[in-house]
């Protein structure tokens, strides 16, 4: 279940019909599927073929339990993602549970929340993992345990079954975009990424350089890793700027 970019409400209710979905009509087994490529996967729709594709949300049995891992609640955007969550989910008649890592570099106690859940009678979960790789010992027990794993935004686990989120090349891609447009006399330009490794970073990094580059009349000058941390970032930034 992929989707191009679109707003946050989309999202959760393509998550939690994802997850719904899994439930109840299935998707193909991991050891069936390539490593995932959610920028380029075929079978990839946007969030408005839903219906069309699957009908209407499905019926489920009132007080299923869904549970969703994010990153860290210290960033707006996943404090944002769990409150819709919680909306959706009350309004469907599930039950919900969102907890996340005390930060955006704590991958194994993201590891721990994920794996504690599996134990707590979830019948799907909704896992926002901070790298490629931190929570595949995760999604394993739930597959052994017979639970749903959907992979939503924006690290992108290679054996996930079930994927929601942005095309993250087109994130950087129209970043680019704003500054062709709006700067037409071009100038030189710094990029601050994300943590290394992590497919997301990796694409809109790429997006981004590949695009403004291509204008002509840009110079990137810098492109440094800041780990998803505002701290580093500023630090960064700041030395660039020196």
Same mark, same amino acid.
């Given at each position: 279940?992929?989707?191009?970019? %679109?707003?946050?409400?989309?999202?959760?209710? =393509?998550?939690?019909?994802?997850?719904?979905?899994?439930? !109840?009509?299935?998707?193909?087994?991991?050891?069936?599927?390539?490593?995932l490529n959610s920028d380029s996967e075929p079978d990839r729709m946007?969030? =408005?073929?839903?219906e069309a594709s699957f009908g209407p949300f499905p019926d489920v049995?009132?007080? !299923?339990?869904?549970?969703?891992?994010?990153?860290?609640?210290?960033?707006?955007?996943?404090?944002? $993602?769990?409150?819709?969550? +919680? *909306?959706?989910?009350?309004?469907?008649?599930?039950?919900?549970?969102?907890?996340?890592?005390?930060? %955006?570099?704590?991958?194994?106690?993201?590891?721990?929340? @994920?794996?504690?859940?599996?134990?707590?009678?979830? @019948?799907?979960? $909704?896992?926002?993992?901070?790298?490629?790789?931190?929570?595949?010992? #995760?999604?394993?027990?739930?597959?052994? #345990?017979?639970?749903?794993?959907?992979?939503? *935004?924006? @690290?992108?686990?290679?054996?996930?079954?079930?994927?929601?989120?942005?095309?993250?090349?087109? *994130?950087?891609?129209?970043?680019?975009?704003?500054f062709i447009d709006n700067r037409p006399d071009g100038g030189k330009? #710094?990029?601050?990424?994300?943590?290394?490794?992590?497919?997301?970073?990796?694409?809109?990094?790429?997006?981004?350089?590949?695009?403004?580059?291509?204008?002509?009349?840009? %110079?990137?000058?810098?492109?440094?890793? +800041?780990?998803?941390?505002? %701290? $580093?970032?500023?630090?960064?930034? #700041?030395?660039?700027?020196?």
């Amino acid at each position: 279940m992929l989707t191009r970019e %679109e707003p946050i409400k989309h999202i959760l209710k =393509s998550c939690l019909v994802g997850s719904v979905l899994a439930l !109840t009509v299935g998707f193909a087994q991991a050891q069936d599927l390539a490593p995932l490529n959610s920028d380029s996967e075929p079978d990839r729709m946007d969030w =408005s073929e839903l219906e069309a594709s699957f009908g209407p949300f499905p019926d489920v049995a009132a007080g !299923t339990k869904v549970g969703g891992v994010s990153k860290t609640l210290t960033n707006e955007y996943w404090r944002s $993602l769990g409150e819709g969550y +919680a *909306n959706v989910a009350k309004a469907k008649g599930l039950e919900f549970a969102y907890q996340a890592a005390q930060s %955006e570099g704590d991958q194994l106690g993201q590891l721990s929340i @994920a794996e504690n859940l599996i134990t707590q009678g979830f @019948a799907a979960l $909704l896992f926002s993992p901070q790298t490629d790789a931190n929570l595949i010992p #995760a999604v394993e027990k739930a597959d052994a #345990a017979g639970i749903s794993v959907l992979n939503v *935004n924006d @690290a992108v686990i290679p054996s996930a079954k079930n994927y929601v989120g942005n095309v993250q090349k087109g *994130n950087g891609v129209n970043v680019a975009q704003w500054f062709i447009d709006n700067r037409p006399d071009g100038g030189k330009v #710094a990029v601050i990424e994300g943590q290394p490794g992590v497919y997301a970073a990796g694409q809109r990094t790429a997006g981004f350089t590949e695009t403004i580059t291509a204008a002509g009349n840009f %110079e990137v000058v810098a492109s440094i890793p +800041a780990d998803w941390s505002r %701290e $580093l970032a500023f630090n960064a930034a #700041a030395t660039i700027l020196q």
